[in-house]
């Protein structure tokens, strides 16, 4: 069965400074990978996906990720935080029969001043 | 606008009760699905359905109860079998089950 892995339920950095929060899946077909953002007491917002083609993805907000395949992570990278990015990230693997999504347990992210 | 509203934003039970939550969404998506979030438990999935008038089982369905009649709407409703109910539930839907799912705002339901 699909399962994805977020190391660090919590990360913290200094504003300004890189932010990387990993992911590692597991999955028995080509995945669909996924990260989400959720801010307080809100749903769940896209930030970025893999599917197929370029490995390197671009997202909103500046974030972008890596489906590496030999590794099966999909890191999700910031060069330079804001105050504005603390918040929950979820990483997210599409299942083995392709009609759900399995979430990562989420890590929260805090960015000091 | 197109999107998944959800209704109320806040909602009491009492004990015994059984209330309903309601997930809408105007995206012409075939799947839905019902996440119930707890403070560092991440997301647990409750029910999906993939089409109308079909539904299946999450990893966490017992006091949970929902229906799919029409392609807009999978309301949830949260039985007095539930124990446990207090929680933060979200709602998504998504064109199928391997693509992206878009959220609703979600309901925090608490119990009096």
């Known amino acids: 069965a699909q399962s994805v892995t977020q190391l660090g339920s919590h990360v913290s950095v200094s504003e300004g400074a890189l932010v990387l929060l990993r992911c590692n899946y597991s999955?028995?077909?080509?995945?669909?990978l996924f990260w989400y953002v959720q801010y307080p007491n809100q749903g769940l917002q896209l930030l970025l996906k893999y599917t197929t083609g370029a490995t390197l993805v671009k997202g909103i907000n500046g974030f972008e990720a890596e489906f590496k395949k030999s590794e099966t992570s999909f890191h999700l990278t910031k060069p330079s935080a804001h105050m504005s990015d603390a918040a929950e990230y979820f990483c997210?693997?599409?299942?083995?029969?392709?009609?759900?999504?399995?979430f990562g347990a989420g890590t929260i992210l805090r960015v000091k001043s | 606008d197109g999107g998944i509203t959800q209704s109320p934003k806040y909602l009491f039970r009492k004990e015994g009760q059984n209330v309903t939550l309601s997930c809408e969404q105007n995206l012409n998506h075939d799947a839905m699905y019902w996440y119930r979030q707890d403070p560092g438990q991440g997301l647990r999935l409750i029910y999906y359905s993939q089409i109308v008038n079909d539904f299946q089982k999450g990893d966490i369905a017992e006091g949970y109860s929902v229906s799919r009649e029409k392609k807009e709407s999978f309301p949830l409703t949260v039985t007095s079998a539930q124990k446990n109910p207090t929680a933060f539930y979200l709602c998504?839907?998504?064109?199928?089950?391997?693509?992206?799912?878009?959220f609703g705002p979600g309901t925090r339901l608490l119990v009096l």
């Open positions: 997210a693997v599409s299942s083995e029969y392709g009609n759900k999504l399995v």
């Open positions: 998504a839907s998504s064109i199928t089950g391997r693509e992206t799912q878009y």
């Open positions: 999955s028995s077909v080509p995945p669909y």
